[in-house]
């Protein structure tokens, strides 16, 4: 759910936010984020790296809560899918995680990796923004900081396209279907 209490978010702004496990391929790809205000939570992260020193709270487990203001605090929350094939991005992605649901049902604004199945869920570039690279990545992130009006609007329709087709009642109501 959205959260506006400025007092609630205080501890977790930054410009970039990311919640979740210390993947490989998001190791590799976040140590090129080193120059932005980046504030990372999650485990399994090496805290004692230069991307290390980015984790909050020394790589704790959040409440379900507390996630909420990190994605609520942020100005861009990046989610970076998971993959132990790779240290990069993953060209062949495929599924879609359930973090790119709860952002946007925060109303939150995020920079997703490009996964073949979003657009059955998402309109690209109108509900969602996606990347395929680290450079391209960078470029919408510093285009997107410079632009919170834009972040708001894109972040809006998201909340709106999950509230209106991805709850967990309408995913029950697919199953009873089936």
Same mark, same amino acid.
């Given at each position: 759910?959205?959260?506006?209490?400025?007092?609630?978010?205080?501890?977790?702004?930054?410009?970039?936010?990311?919640?979740?496990?210390?993947?490989?391929?998001?190791?590799?790809?976040?140590?090129?984020?080193?120059?932005?205000?980046?504030?990372?939570?999650?485990?399994?992260?090496?805290? @004692?790296?230069?991307?290390?020193?980015?984790?909050?709270?020394?790589? =704790?487990?959040?409440?379900?809560?507390?996630?909420?203001?990190?994605?609520?605090?942020?100005?861009?929350?990046?989610?970076?899918?998971?993959?132990?094939?790779?240290?990069?991005?993953?060209? @062949?992605?495929?599924?879609?995680?359930?973090?790119?649901?709860?952002?946007?049902?925060?109303?939150?604004?995020?920079?997703?990796?490009?996964?073949?199945?979003?657009?059955?869920?998402?309109?690209?570039?109108?509900?969602?923004?996606?990347?395929?690279?680290?450079?391209?990545?960078?470029?919408?992130? @510093?285009?997107?900081?410079? =632009?919170?009006?834009?972040?708001?609007?894109?972040?809006?329709?998201?909340?709106?396209?999950?509230?209106?087709?991805?709850?967990?009642?309408?995913?029950?109501?697919?199953?009873?279907?089936?």
């Amino acid at each position: 759910r959205p959260i506006s209490e400025a007092k609630q978010l205080a501890p977790y702004k930054a410009d970039l936010s990311f919640m979740g496990a210390g993947y490989p391929n998001r190791k590799s790809v976040f140590s090129e984020l080193l120059g932005y205000d980046l504030k990372i939570w999650g485990t399994e992260w090496d805290l @004692d790296s230069p991307l290390g020193r980015r984790v909050q709270q020394e790589g =704790r487990r959040v409440s379900t809560e507390e996630t909420a203001l990190i994605f609520n605090a942020a100005a861009i929350n990046i989610n970076l899918h998971s993959s132990v094939f790779t240290t990069a991005l993953d060209p @062949d992605g495929a599924f879609v995680n359930p973090r790119t649901f709860e952002v946007a049902s925060c109303g939150a604004f995020q920079l997703l990796d490009r996964r073949r199945l979003l657009s059955r869920h998402f309109e690209i570039d109108r509900e969602m923004i996606v990347f395929d690279d680290v450079d391209e990545l960078k470029t919408k992130i @510093d285009f997107y900081l410079a =632009r919170p009006e834009l972040r708001s609007e894109i972040a809006s329709r998201a909340r709106l396209r999950v509230l209106a087709e991805h709850t967990y009642e309408h995913r029950s109501s697919e199953e009873r279907r089936v």
